[in-house]
């Protein structure tokens, strides 16, 4: 039986190199972006099932749109990777471009999350894996403090439901990606510059499902950004959120 994927912001970066990964995996496409014209794109370039689901996912009701697109069909692998950034003080962010962040690093995550467990459930089987950042590991992130937040709720509630899965016994993964810089139209949207050379989207993503069937919970696609995770945890608190602030200040000379 032919077994779906789906992959949510799968119009550029991160998300376009699942698609393009899991359709040689074997996997029918279930695709979901704002961008149907790129979605369309990727359909011609891949040489399996593709269903195109245009949507907007800082609407509740879209997300629920997809997923009844999705509710009859096998589904193994469920990819959260909808999202983006914004750089700047606090104070002066624009409140629409944030409530609209929110909308969609959280609450469309959140949702769909909690669709795709108790349909993956019911299966008995599937893999759910939310697209963080290495962020979403860090205490916080002056100058883009509400993405920094947007991703530790992410990495927070994958770490749950993981521990909760594994106790039940369940036969569902889930895990979180948390890559630091990758090469992608995200700094175009959130209109910054990497203090760190990035990674490219197609490494990004081999070692992401290579780490995702070996059923890790937490996945950080690349050394330097591991070694700094792990360094990070024995910093003083108030230090780590200085050198944070600090990259992050570089990344848009604030
Ligand atoms: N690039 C990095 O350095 C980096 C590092 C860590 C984590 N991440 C995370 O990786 C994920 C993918 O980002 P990326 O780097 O690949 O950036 P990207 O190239 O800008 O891709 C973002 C994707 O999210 C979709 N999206 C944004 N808003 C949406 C909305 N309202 N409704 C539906 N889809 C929406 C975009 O599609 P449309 O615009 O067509 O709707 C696009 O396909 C994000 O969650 C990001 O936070 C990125």
């Not at 979180?176 to 990674?199: R, Y």
Request: charged share 25%; with cysteine.
């Amino acid at each position: 039986m032919k077994k779906y994927a789906v992959v949510t912001g799968a119009s550029s970066g991160i998300g376009a190199e699942f698609a393009k990964r899991l359709a040689k995996e074997g996997y029918g496409l279930v695709l979901t972006a704002r961008r149907g014209d790129r979605l369309k794109k990727i359909k011609k370039h891949v040489k399996t099932e593709c269903e195109i689901i245009t949507a907007d996912l800082t609407k509740e009701i879209e997300c629920y749109r997809l997923y009844h697109a999705v509710e009859d069909k096998p589904v193994a692998v469920w990819i959260n990777n909808a999202g983006f950034g914004d750089c700047g003080k606090f104070k002066n962010g624009e409140l629409q471009k944030e409530m609209d962040m929110l909308s969609v690093n959280v609450r469309a995550m959140h949702l769909l999350t909690k669709l795709a467990l108790r349909k993956m459930e019911r299966q008995k089987y599937g893999s759910i894996l939310n697209v963080a950042s290495c962020a979403g590991l860090m205490p916080a992130g002056p100058y883009m403090a509400s993405y920094y937040a947007t991703k530790s709720y992410v990495t927070s509630l994958t770490r749950a439901i993981a521990e909760e899965l594994r106790s039940d016994g369940s036969p569902v993964y889930i895990g979180c990606l948390c890559p630091g810089p990758v090469d992608t139209e995200f700094n175009e949207v959130a209109d910054v510059e990497f203090a760190l050379k990035g990674i490219s989207p197609s490494y990004c993503v081999r070692y992401a499902l290579k780490k995702m069937k070996q059923r890790k919970k937490v996945i950080i696609p690349s050394l330097p950004v591991r070694l700094a995770m792990i360094f990070g945890r024995f910093l003083p608190e108030e230090l780590y959120i200085r050198i944070a602030a600090h990259q992050q200040r570089r990344k848009k000379k604030l």
